[in-house]
């Protein structure tokens, strides 16, 4: 077992040297590997008079040198990624993965981009987009768009004033965090995913518009598509989503209970 969970069992009791039995999960207890740091030594049950006991550091020195065969590297509990994750827990996915705020940016202005001033015309004319690591961005209208195919056709039904953003791995708040603008803007799916996100950026920046086109009501009714996903279950809204009382929302939010359908963003063009 090379997960979060045992890895963390034998952090603590290399650190107190002792954990209560009924602190320790049967996840833990029923495999191979807690197994065998009972019968290999490193660590002991003892019963109590009452029942249940606790298991007690046995040989320090053995247990650390088997914790960092185990797991020789620990993650950076500032930056988690999958190299860091493998290098801890032999598996990418095993704990948490913090954005790495890699964003594609394009558009026909200026911007203070990581504090450098960046001409988007140049690269979005030349390459189509530009790409970095977010530290910080500063510009006078930023749009959010959710689809990477949406993304590199925007401003054919959004304003080209507007900085047009994709982020790899999906809108998170770190990324948003980082964006200093006046005027904000999240080109979503018009589905429970597409209105989360929106609500997230909203929740940092108050005055988020969710771009909503003059002709949703046409497209809804000859481009919408089921709202279950391909193993036929339903997409679920989240509790921003269910709690929102911004018309445009509960509109949105209202289609798709009543016609279990919604929009792509990708309706939208041509």
Not at 136 to 163: H, M, P, R
């Amino acid at each position: 077992m090379q997960n979060k969970t045992f890895k963390n069992f034998v952090k603590k009791i290399l650190s107190e040297g002792k954990i209560n039995a009924s602190l320790v999960g049967n996840s833990v207890k029923r495999t191979g590997d807690f197994n065998t740091l009972l019968t290999g030594g490193f660590i002991e049950h003892l019963p109590a008079i009452t029942g249940g006991g606790g298991f007690y550091l046995k040989n320090k020195a053995a247990l650390e040198k088997y914790f960092a065969d185990k797991f020789p590297g620990e993650i950076d509990n500032t930056n988690n990624t999958a190299i860091g994750n493998v290098n801890s827990m032999r598996n990418t996915k095993a704990g948490k993965r913090e954005s790495q705020n890699v964003i594609l940016i394009r558009g026909q202005k200026t911007v203070l981009l990581n504090g450098i001033e960046t001409d988007l015309k140049k690269y979005t004319d030349t390459y189509g987009t530009f790409s970095a690591t977010l530290k910080t961005l500063e510009a006078s209208k930023v749009c959010f768009v959710e689809n990477l195919d949406s993304y590199l056709l925007a401003e054919q039904v959004i304003n080209g004033d507007f900085v047009f953003i994709h982020t790899y791995g999906g809108i998170g708040r770190s990324i948003v965090s980082k964006t200093k603008a006046k005027e904000i803007l999240v080109f979503p799916d018009y589905d429970f995913k597409g209105l989360h996100n929106y609500l997230l950026v909203k929740s940092v920046f108050e005055d988020t518009k969710l771009f909503v086109p003059d002709n949703y009501e046409a497209l809804f009714q000859t481009k919408s598509r089921t709202i279950k996903t391909r193993q036929g279950r339903e997409q679920r809204p989240s509790k921003q989503v269910l709690d929102s009382e911004e018309e445009i929302v509960v509109k949105i939010r209202t289609d798709i209970y009543k016609h279990k359908k919604f929009l792509e963003q990708q309706a939208l063009f041509k």
